[in-house]
Every structure is written in structure tokens, then in C-alpha cells.
């Protein structure tokens, strides 16, 4: 489990896996594989715009598949679980507040 803490916001809490891509899409891998880690202010712009190429990447992806479902005439792909946005979502906020307030964001410490 991760647990993200800030002095601007309340504790962000995800389940191991998803704090982990998180993590590595943001370029922490290092971070990611030993638990702990910091991220500075300087460093939320380009973790921000890392993690919305993501999501948007997800969602076309996403849209690909149910076109080329509708195209060949079967049922659109159930969706697996909670999508990549939605996970996302209070992780750039939290940054997008810190950022803001140049305080940094820790975790496993």
C-alpha cells in the first residue's frame, strides 16, 4: 500500500500496484520499487503532464477498441475495472495543490 502525505492536502492512499504505476509513470521507478520516496515541487509540472499523456493515451485506447468492436459487429468491450483517469484523478490533484503551495510529496516515510 502507498500512502502519499502533503501539509497541503489529506493522505492519498493506494493499493500497491496502482501506487506503483502511478509511480513509474510519473518516472519515479526507483522509487516505486523500493517504497519511499519524495517528489519535489519543481518536479509536479512534467509529473502532471506525464500522467495526462497517460490518461489520454488509456482513453483512446480505450476508444480504439469500441470502434473496431462496433466496425466488426460484436458487443464493445466491457470496461476492466476502474480506468487509468479515475485512478489518476486525485493523484494530479494533490500534485496540482502542491505545486501550487511549493510543498513536496512523500511516501513510505
Same mark, same amino acid.
Given at each position: /500500500?502507498?500512502?502519499?502525505?502533503?501539509? %497541503?492536502?489529506?493522505?492519498?492512499? /493506494?493499493?500497491? &500496484?496502482?501506487? @506503483? =504505476?502511478?509511480?513509474?509513470? +510519473?518516472?519515479?521507478?526507483?522509487?516505486?520499487?523500493?517504497?519511499?520516496? +519524495?517528489?519535489?515541487?519543481?518536479? /509536479? &509540472? *512534467? $509529473?502532471? %503532464?506525464?500522467?495526462? $499523456? $497517460? %490518461?489520454?493515451?488509456?482513453? *483512446?485506447? @480505450?476508444?480504439?477498441?469500441?470502434?473496431? *468492436?462496433?466496425?466488426?459487429?460484436?458487443?464493445? &468491450?466491457?470496461?476492466?475495472? +476502474?480506468?487509468?483517469? =479515475?485512478?489518476?484523478? &486525485?493523484?494530479?490533484? /494533490?500534485?496540482?495543490?502542491?505545486?501550487? $503551495?511549493? @510543498?513536496?510529496?512523500?511516501?513510505? %516515510?
Amino acid at each position: /500500500m502507498y500512502k502519499f502525505k502533503s501539509r %497541503v492536502t489529506g493522505d492519498l492512499i /493506494m493499493l500497491e &500496484p496502482n501506487g @506503483r =504505476q502511478i509511480l513509474t509513470l +510519473i518516472g519515479k521507478q526507483e522509487a516505486a520499487s523500493n517504497g519511499k520516496g +519524495i517528489l519535489l515541487p519543481q518536479d /509536479m &509540472p *512534467a $509529473a502532471i %503532464v506525464a500522467l495526462q $499523456a $497517460a %490518461v489520454d493515451q488509456d482513453e *483512446a485506447q @480505450r476508444a480504439q477498441d469500441r470502434d473496431e *468492436a462496433n466496425r466488426k459487429g460484436d458487443a464493445p &468491450p466491457a470496461p476492466e475495472g +476502474i480506468s487509468l483517469r =479515475q485512478r489518476a484523478y &486525485p493523484f494530479i490533484d /494533490m500534485l496540482r495543490r502542491c505545486h501550487k $503551495a511549493d @510543498r513536496e510529496i512523500t511516501w513510505g %516515510v
